[in-house]
């Protein structure tokens, strides 16, 4: 029994040790005045393929805006994303019926 829940309980661990923590910036103006939201994000989102490899090789450049006003703004960044990568996969599974 303990061959089994111990490496459940540690790969938990090592999963949740790699978790992101809270933005302490969420919810305050950058240096022009802005908090990113919905639209921000999706725009972000469907631009984050370019903006991470551009990240690579600039420190000036983020994929993600830590100015953000939170639910929102992730909301925005995940449909613009899944939109660029493919969405929920549900035309792949549609391939496979054959």
Excluded at 45 to 68: A, D, K, Q, Y
Aim: charged share 10%; aromatic share 14%; glycine share 18%.
């Amino acid at each position: 029994m303990t061959r089994v829940i111990l490496p459940v309980l540690l790969l938990g661990l090592l999963v949740a040790a790699c978790t992101a923590g809270p933005n302490a910036l969420a919810g305050t103006p950058d240096a022009d005045g802005h908090v990113a939201g919905f639209w921000r994000g999706l725009w972000h989102g469907f631009i984050s393929p370019f903006t991470f490899v551009v990240s690579l090789f600039s420190r000036t450049v983020e994929v993600f805006e830590v100015h953000n006003n939170g639910g929102w703004y992730m909301l925005g960044f995940m449909i613009g994303a899944s939109t660029i990568f493919g969405g929920g996969g549900g035309g792949a599974a549609r391939r496979w019926r054959r």
